[in-house]
């Protein structure tokens, strides 16, 4: 059963940096688009950043350009994202995901709190 982990949330003043990892145990993710979303409180989850598998190729929202970047690591099997210059409104459960037609997999989510 495929699974995804993520890691490396927390809390973290404005203006600060955290990086999250996607990992997916015993499985190669270097096939794969891997997409991070997030959630807060009372909103809809929505899309932060994907990377392609095929040429690396990225796409970041609005909100996010510029202050994050996706990257992966196919010889860790890992997808990270770098997210500096933290906002209170980033403040989110972020996801990350991964489509195998004709399934979608998601993690478990891992809480990002920026706040003074």
């Known amino acids: 059963q495929l699974q995804l982990v993520e890691s490396g949330g927390g809390l973290v003043q404005p203006g600060g940096s955290l990086r999250l990892s996607c990992a997916a145990p015993g499985f190669n993710l270097d096939r794969y688009a891997i997409g991070w979303f997030r959630q807060a409180p009372g909103k809809e989850r929505e899309g932060v950043s994907c990377?392609?598998?095929?040429?690396?190729?990225?796409y970041y929202a609005d909100s996010v350009q510029g202050r994050f970047t996706i990257s992966r690591d196919n010889a860790k099997n890992t997808v990270y994202l770098q997210m500096n210059s933290l906002k209170p409104e980033d403040t989110a459960v972020y996801y990350c995901?991964?489509?195998?037609?004709?399934?979608?997999?998601w993690g478990q989510g891992t809480q990002v709190t920026v706040s003074s």
């Open positions: 990377i392609s598998f095929i040429d690396g190729h990225t």
């Open positions: 995901r991964m489509f195998i037609a004709p399934s979608v997999y």
